[in-house]
Each structure stands twice: as structure tokens, then as C-alpha cells.
């Protein structure tokens, strides 16, 4: 999945990580758009 990864003020990248593993009373919630 595609996420941003916040480093520090000057450095936010967008990065691949697999899709993590959840567990029982834990849910993966799908961001369709977001904005700043």
C-alpha cells in the first residue's frame, strides 16, 4: 500500500509498505482522497 511517510518538515515521502495484518477488534480503513 502506499503511504506518506513524515521525516521531518523538509522531507515527506511517499513510500510502498505491504498491507499490514490485522488482528480481532482491529480494522484497516481504505483513505479514498485526503488533503492539506
Known sequence: MR????YN???????E???PEIG???L???V???GI
Open 24 to 26: 480481532a477488534g482491529e
Open 9 to 15: 518538515n523538509h522531507d515527506v515521502r511517499v513510500e
Open 3 to 6: 503511504v506518506a511517510m513524515y
Open 32 to 34: 479514498e482522497a485526503s
Open 17 to 19: 509498505l505491504p498491507v
Open 28 to 30: 484497516l480503513v481504505k
